[in-house]
């Protein structure tokens, strides 16, 4: 009888401890099912959507501009194109920039696109610029230079031949007063 409760109470001694070792590993195995969800919404579902709406963007944005001083696509537009309403749009005066939110693994972060609209006359909203990640800035919003992304790769190799062609004139006439 004194042996069966002393293995009773062993017995009860070492299943407290398991218990609790239990809980800890059920916690953690929880912690880790959401960290794989997490990293599986970030990298398959997020990202690539982010990334598909930034080239779709840059493409408009690019056609754009391939007409010289006409602008045709508008928020309407970009908003049918991305297949989502914005998250928040910023009034100014004679512009606007919509805010296009994908959500990231954890649910604090997003993938941003900003999108600037210049305002017409007749209130339609005109595409201008985008940026991803990053808000414009007031030197951005004051700018009307045309993007990067839509300027033709051929310009800056003409505009270089002629500043070094223009140097090298300046260069020669100089070297020519001297000798007079």
């Excluded at 069966?4 to 070792?21: V, W």
């Excluded at 989502?84 to 997003?110: D, F």
């Amino acid at each position: 009888m004194a042996q069966r409760s002393q293995e009773n109470s062993t017995n009860s001694a070492t299943s407290a401890p398991m218990s609790a070792a239990r809980k800890r590993q059920t916690v953690l195995f929880i912690i880790l099912i959401l960290g794989l969800i997490s990293m599986f919404w970030e990298f398959r579902v997020a990202k690539p959507k982010h990334e598909q709406a930034w080239e779709a963007i840059q493409k408009m944005i690019a056609t754009n501009y391939s007409k010289a001083g006409e602008v045709t696509n508008t928020n309407e537009d970009v908003e049918k194109l991305l297949g989502k309403a914005p998250a928040g749009t910023i009034p100014k005066e004679y512009q606007a920039v919509e805010i296009y939110k994908w959500r990231r693994g954890l649910p604090v972060m997003a993938y941003t696109i900003h999108v600037l609209y210049k305002k017409k006359e007749d209130g339609r909203l005109l595409l201008a610029n985008a940026k991803r990640n990053e808000e414009f800035t007031d030197e951005d919003l004051n700018s009307t230079i045309i993007p990067p992304a839509a300027q033709p790769e051929s310009e800056p190799a003409a505009e270089t031949a002629d500043a070094e062609n223009e140097a090298e004139e300046t260069s020669q006439e100089e070297g020519t007063e001297g000798l007079e």
